[in-house]
């Protein structure tokens, strides 16, 4: 294999990888009905002038599936947290009980875990969406690599890894859009 087909392959490959982590990332911020700390990791809270990540203001646990609890570094902080997870629109009312802040999740209805299904797959086929253009920008370089000397049978070659890297990706974003929503539509 040659230096452009190997690099075109990289490229390719470090692309497909960001989308990977990007569908991750967004899936995960879509609650299956089970409390886990990542829910609050779009929260910013204002922390002496600066939004800031609520992560770093707090510790956040989930006490049991239904729970989360966010343990303020200071108790000052105890309000503006509560009003900031009420503002980033989770659907979640937090209780402040002077100490912390308490969050009951509550169980998913069937139409939300239909609309929460969407999203998710909404999500995957973004992902796939990047891949594939990961994969077209791949072939666009062999292509050129091609009009610059490259034999056809290496472009060929090329083109070929490039699409079985492909769908390799997908097949792993099938898989994950899988679980997730098995997750979401587990009772």
């Not at 982590?21 to 910013?44: Q, T």
């Not at 939004?51 to 599936?65: C, R």
């Not at 947290?81 to 503002?87: E, F, K, L, Q, S």
């Not at 009980?97 to 969407?118: A, H």
Request: glycine share 4%; charged share 30%; proline share 3%.
């Amino acid at each position: 294999m040659t230096e452009e087909i190997q690099m075109a392959l990289d490229t390719a490959r470090s692309g497909m990888e960001k989308s990977i982590a990007h569908m991750e990332s967004e899936l995960m911020k879509i609650r299956a009905g089970k409390a886990h700390p990542a829910m609050l990791d779009s929260v910013m809270v204002e922390y002496y002038g600066t939004m800031t990540p609520l992560s770093q203001v707090s510790n956040i646990n989930s006490t049991d599936a239904r729970t989360l609890t966010v343990q303020a570094w200071e108790k000052t902080m105890l309000d503006p947290i509560a009003t900031a997870i009420i503002n980033a629109n989770l659907g979640l009312n937090p209780m402040n009980n002077g100490e912390s802040i308490l969050i009951n999740i509550p169980p998913l209805t069937e139409d939300r875990r239909r609309d929460l299904t969407k999203r998710a797959r909404a999500e995957g086929e973004h992902a796939r969406v990047s891949v594939r253009n990961a994969r077209k920008d791949a072939n666009d370089f062999i292509k050129a690599a091609k009009s610059d000397g490259l034999s056809e049978d290496l472009a060929k070659d090329g083109e070929n890894e490039v699409q079985k890297l492909t769908d390799s990706y997908i097949k792993k974003i099938d898989e994950i859009l899988a679980k997730k929503e098995s997750d979401i539509m587990t009772v």
